[in-house]
């Protein structure tokens, strides 16, 4: 994470610990739309964790959800992203090279 701020704003909340009740917590104030989105990767990857008998499944959802709160409470760098990875895609394509 860089330590880069948002101005005298700041982020909309502290980070929270790396639990799922903590990020489902931070999500419902920062992005509510996406708890039904949480609630589901929650009850897919520990079903998936109890098939396969590994918390591999857990900790991939902590982390995803760690990231997306980590980006969405400051709103500033949330609105860049979209535009940041569309100018990286672009980039990229440009870059390919051409199969001879």
């Known amino acids: 994470m860089s330590a880069q701020s948002d101005g005298p704003y700041g982020p909309l909340i502290r980070m929270p610990e790396l ?11 920062i992005a509510p739309s ?11 990857a520990t079903t998936h964790a109890q098939q396969t008998q590994s918390l591999a499944p857990l900790r991939a959802f902590v982390h995803s ?14 609105e860049r ?5 569309l100018r990286v895609q672009r980039d990229l394509v440009r870059l390919t090279p051409v199969p001879l």
């Open 65 to 78: 959800w760690a990231v997306f709160v980590a980006i969405e409470r400051h709103p500033a760098r949330a």
């Open 34 to 44: 996406r708890l039904q989105a949480l609630t589901q990767h929650l009850f897919d």
């Open 81 to 85: 992203l979209p535009r940041m990875r």
């Open 19 to 29: 639990t799922p009740d903590a990020l489902r917590g931070a999500v419902a104030r």
